[in-house]
């Protein structure tokens, strides 16, 4: 249920203006409840909206660390709530890098849901290919 790694998995290193992008769908007995968690650990965060690709990106951010959710179905049609991360910092260009943001954002929210009791099934955790970053 946890994502461990704290490394680059691109084909190449992770530059100053991308992000890395860290997805966990989650499947629960009540996702209001897995949605309600996310909302309360991002609770500090600002509102953003920008474009990704041409496309419109709507969540939450710091300035480092962006997170959006949504719910929706996993590849094998069963209801899960996705989790976006999208966390910036070059390693030795940033102190916490990317990839250790993610990490602690990452056992956050599982240690999170653990300890408000919310029935988590299942989390699967995909590393999406870096993207520009939007702001």
């Known amino acids: 249920m946890r994502w461990k790694k704290r490394t680059e998995w691109g084909p190449r290193t992770l530059g100053s203006d991308e992000w890395a992008v860290l997805e966990a769908q989650i499947r629960a007995d009540d996702l209001a409840e897995v949605e309600q968690a996310v909302e309360e650990l991002t609770g500090f965060m ?14 939450v951010t710091d300035g480092q660390l962006a997170v959006v959710q949504c719910t929706g179905e996993d590849r094998r049609g ?14 030795g260009q940033a102190q916490p890098h990317a990839f250790d943001r993610l990490g602690s954002s990452a056992s956050e929210l599982v240690d999170y849901l653990q300890s408000e009791g919310v029935g988590v099934a299942e989390i699967t955790w995909t590393e999406h290919p870096y993207v520009k970053r939007a702001f």
Do not use: E, I, K, Q
Request: a neutral charge; aromatic letters at 14%; charged letters at 20%.
């Open 78 to 91: 069963r209801r899960v709530h996705a989790v976006t991360f999208y966390a910036a910092g070059a390693v």
């Open 46 to 59: 600002d509102f953003f909206r920008a474009d990704l690709d041409g496309a419109p990106l709507t969540g």
